[in-house]
């Protein structure tokens, strides 16, 4: 499989936005308006563009998307920085052939490289758990919604990194907040 990764671009984005809403639009837990949570998040204080990354295949078509987002996990008046892994998209037709781990290993070591320290997802258990992610009560980290706990997940990428965040609440930007 001869996929490239790299940093998403202005020249990206109609297409990026295609491929989300073409990856979501028969998804059973989707509502599906992944495309516009992308579109506001570019335009929000939470967006790093480094980490929004799209996948090509050898003909230079976008076949997935990833993008981490500004986050902070507050308690009783402190707040932990970290990240929101929402969403992960790849192109319906080439789905289950690795793109999305590479998406995911690739933006998780960026992540790291530009010296954050946590993700947090809510997603399947089992995919998530294939990248370390484990189950946010594990450091008592709450949703500022209803979830099934086993689906709200986070991910230290350095070690020790969700101990002063333990008891706090997920503080999403404005973006996931949209209808």
């Known amino acids: 499989m001869d996929i490239t990764i790299r940093q998403e671009t202005l020249a990206d984005y109609n297409a990026t936005e295609t491929l989300v809403k073409r990856a ?3 998804e059973t837990y989707s509502d599906p308006t992944e495309h516009v949570l992308v ?3 570019r ?3 939470a967006f790093i563009p480094e ?3 799209v996948a090509l295949d050898s003909g230079k078509h976008i076949v997935g998307h990833i993008l981490l987002s500004r986050i902070t996990i507050e308690d009783n008046g402190s707040a932990v920085d970290s990240l929101a892994l929402a969403p992960v998209s790849v192109a319906p037709e080439r789905q289950n052939q690795g793109i999305g781990t590479q998406l995911m290993r690739d933006a998780l070591r960026r992540a790291r490289e530009l010296g954050f320290s946590s993700v947090v997802v809510l997603g399947h ?3 998530y758990a294939k990248f370390g992610f484990e189950r ?3 450091w008592d980290i709450q949703a ?3 979830v099934p706990p086993e689906a709200f997940m986070v991910l230290e990428l350095t070690e ?5 965040a333990q008891g706090g609440v997920v503080q999403y930007s404005w973006p996931f907040w949209e209808e």
């Open 136 to 138: 946010a009560n594990h």
């Open 160 to 164: 020790h990194a969700l101990d002063k």
């Open 43 to 45: 335009e929000s204080e």
């Open 39 to 41: 579109e506001n998040l």
């Open 125 to 127: 258990p089992e995919y």
């Open 144 to 146: 500022p919604f209803e």
């Open 51 to 53: 980490l929004s990354l």
């Open 24 to 26: 979501f639009g028969d």
